[in-house]
């Protein structure tokens, strides 16, 4: 292969391996896991071992202005007035429990990621279910009353319409009468 020829496949392959490329450049910072914490350096505390449990508490705890993320991704104030209050609370000496309680006491359940099921959270639990089952339940009843519903029969032709056929049809039903209203074709002064 030699001239243009040869030109147009290096192109053509230097443009796929770019577009290639590409792809698996936005890819990979779409699938990678985000490494970002919102966690700064001065909440970090100076125990090891009291910051690994305070980290540990923030990702159980919800964002209650992000509401999807845990206090420990978010960059929300009330995020981070969070983490600083569970440090503080650990810094005091409160074990997990007491410091989950105590949040709960102040902001509900919905402070949890993950709820405790109880009857004041059985709908945040099993409402999904129960919309998809009802929704799954109502698609069933409308297929069996479409497939068991006869079918309707057309209406019956008026007087008009039927004189207007025999014009159409002619005398023996075959098609070959006298034209339609109108002086066109058979049929049009039916539209």
């Known amino acids: 292969m030699t001239g243009p020829a040869r030109k147009r496949g290096i192109n053509d392959w230097a443009t796929s391996a770019a577009a290639l490329a590409l792809v698996a450049a936005l890819l990979g910072t779409l699938l990678a ?3 970002a ?5 001065d909440e970090i505390l100076a125990d090891a071992a009291l910051e690994h449990r305070a980290r540990a508490l923030s990702k159980r705890l ?11 991704d978010s960059d929300a104030e009330l995020a981070r007035d969070l983490r600083l209050l569970v440090r503080k609370r650990l810094t005091a000496g409160d074990s997990d429990e007491q410091i989950l309680a105590f949040l709960v006491a102040r902001y509900g359940d919905f402070v949890l990621l993950k709820p405790p099921v109880k009857p004041s959270t059985w709908l945040l639990w099993f ?6 089952t009802l929704a799954g339940l109502g698609l069933l009843i409308a297929a069996n009353r479409r497939k068991n519903k006869p079918a309707a029969a057309p209406a019956p032709l008026s007087p008009a319409e039927r004189a207007a056929l025999a014009r159409i049809l002619g005398p023996n039903g075959a098609g070959d009468g006298e034209a339609g209203p109108g002086g066109g074709r058979p049929g049009e002064g039916l539209r």
Request: proline share 12%; charged share 10%.
């Open 37 to 41: 914490e919102a966690v700064l350096p």
């Open 62 to 72: 919800r964002c209650l202005v992000c509401q999807n993320q845990s206090i420990d």
């Open 127 to 132: 409402g999904p279910l129960a919309v998809f």
């Open 33 to 35: 896991p985000s490494v």
